[in-house]
C-alpha cells in the first residue's frame, strides 16, 4: 500500500514505512503530480509539465531518467507507476491512498469535518512549478469553502465558538482574503467580542497596506465602523445600564470560568467584593463570558455598566 501525502510537507510511505525522497526532485515531483491527477497520461504531456521549455524529445528523456528514479525510490516492481511507451500513470487499483482525494471524498460524502482533519499544512510545501501554483490556489478555493461551511453549520446549531474556530482557520488560508476576514468580523462579535473583531480588521488593514498598498474595501470599512459604533443593547423594562453586547447565541465552553464568577458574584453580593480580571488572547471569548456575568448579576437586581477599548483606526 502506498501512502502519499500532500497536504503539508510531502511524505509517502510504502506498506506503513517511510520512503525517503529520491536523489532527483524531479522524481518526487513526478510522483506528486501523478498522485494529483490520477490515472494513465500520454508522455508527452507530462513531461510538458516539468520541461516546457525544452524540445518534446529532451523532455522525454529527462521524464524517462525521473521515471527510472522514482521507481528506484519507491521499490516498486512497477504495479503502482505504470509506464508505457506512450501512457504514464499510478494504478490506484494495486494500493494507492493519496490525502487530497481522501479530502474530497470526505467532502462528497457529507463529512466535512473529517475532511478538514487531513489538512496538515498547504497543499504541495516547497513546490514551486506553474502545475503546483495553480494546484495549490484550486485546492485552497475548495478548502475555503468547507471552511465556511463548518463555521455556519457550527454558528446553526448555536456554537459561537466553533464557528469563530473555523472562520480564523479560513482567514489563515490567505491573510489577505477580504470576504473570509469580514465573516470572522461578524462571528466574533455575534459571540460578544466587538474589541478583538476591531483587531482582527486592524491586521488587515495593516497587512494590506504593507504588501499591496491597498486599504480595505469599503464593504469591510463599514462592517468595521458599524461595530465602532454599534450602540450596547438597552433594557427598556426600566432605566438601569443592561449588560452590553449580543446574547442571541448560548455561552458554550466557557461553563467552569462562569461558574466560577458566580460564585465570586455570590460573595460579592455578601461582602466579599473583588477585583475580577479576565485575560487571555483575542478571539477566545472574554468579552462573552463578561456579557454574560453581567446578565446575570443584572437578573439578579443588580445596577451594571460595561465599556470597551475600541480601534478607532480607519
Do not use: N, Y
Not at 49 to 63: E, G, I
Not at 87 to 112: C, E, K, M, S, T
Not at 130 to 140: G, H, I, M, P, S
Request: aromatic share 4%; glycine share 10%.
Amino acid at each position: 500500500m502506498l501512502h502519499v501525502r500532500l497536504l503539508g510537507p510531502m511524505e509517502v510511505e510504502r506498506d506503513e514505512e517511510t520512503v525517503p525522497p529520491p536523489t532527483s526532485r524531479r522524481a518526487w515531483a513526478l510522483l506528486a503530480w501523478l498522485a494529483l491527477h490520477p490515472g494513465e497520461h500520454a508522455r508527452g504531456h507530462v513531461a510538458a509539465q516539468f520541461w516546457p521549455d525544452v524540445l518534446d524529445s529532451s523532455a522525454r528523456a529527462s521524464l524517462r531518467s525521473a521515471v527510472w528514479a522514482l521507481r528506484r525510490a519507491l521499490g516498486t516492481d512497477g504495479k503502482i507507476v505504470v509506464a508505457g511507451r506512450e501512457r504514464l500513470g499510478l494504478d490506484a487499483g494495486a494500493g494507492l491512498w493519496v490525502d487530497v482525494q481522501a479530502f474530497d471524498d470526505h467532502v462528497a460524502a457529507g463529512r466535512p469535518a473529517e475532511a478538514a482533519g487531513l489538512i496538515r499544512g498547504d497543499l504541495l510545501v516547497g513546490f514551486d512549478d506553474e502545475w503546483a501554483l495553480q494546484a495549490r490556489d484550486e485546492f485552497r478555493d475548495r478548502l475555503s469553502g468547507v471552511l465556511e461551511g463548518l463555521a455556519g453549520e457550527a454558528e446553526a446549531q448555536g456554537d459561537a465558538d466553533a464557528a469563530v474556530a473555523w472562520a480564523r482557520r479560513r482567514t489563515a488560508l490567505d491573510p489577505l482574503d477580504e470576504a473570509a476576514h469580514r465573516e470572522l468580523m461578524a462571528r466574533l462579535a455575534a459571540g460578544g467580542d466587538r474589541a478583538g473583531a476591531l483587531v482582527v480588521h486592524a491586521r488587515l488593514r495593516e497587512r494590506r497596506g504593507r504588501e499591496l498598498g491597498v486599504a480595505p474595501a469599503p464593504a469591510t470599512r463599514d462592517l468595521a465602523d458599524r461595530l465602532r459604533h454599534a450602540e450596547p443593547p438597552r433594557d427598556d423594562a426600566d432605566t438601569e445600564l443592561a449588560p452590553a453586547g449580543p446574547r442571541a447565541l448560548p455561552l458554550i465552553g466557557r461553563e467552569g470560568e462562569l461558574d466560577d464568577l458566580l460564585e465570586r458574584w455570590a460573595a460579592a453580593r455578601e461582602g466579599a467584593g473583588a477585583v475580577v480580571t479576565l485575560t487571555g488572547e483575542p478571539g477566545i471569548g472574554k468579552t462573552r463570558l463578561a456579557t454574560e456575568l453581567l446578565a446575570r448579576a443584572h437578573a439578579d437586581g443588580a445596577r451594571v455598566a460595561s465599556c470597551a477599548a475600541l480601534d478607532l483606526g480607519g
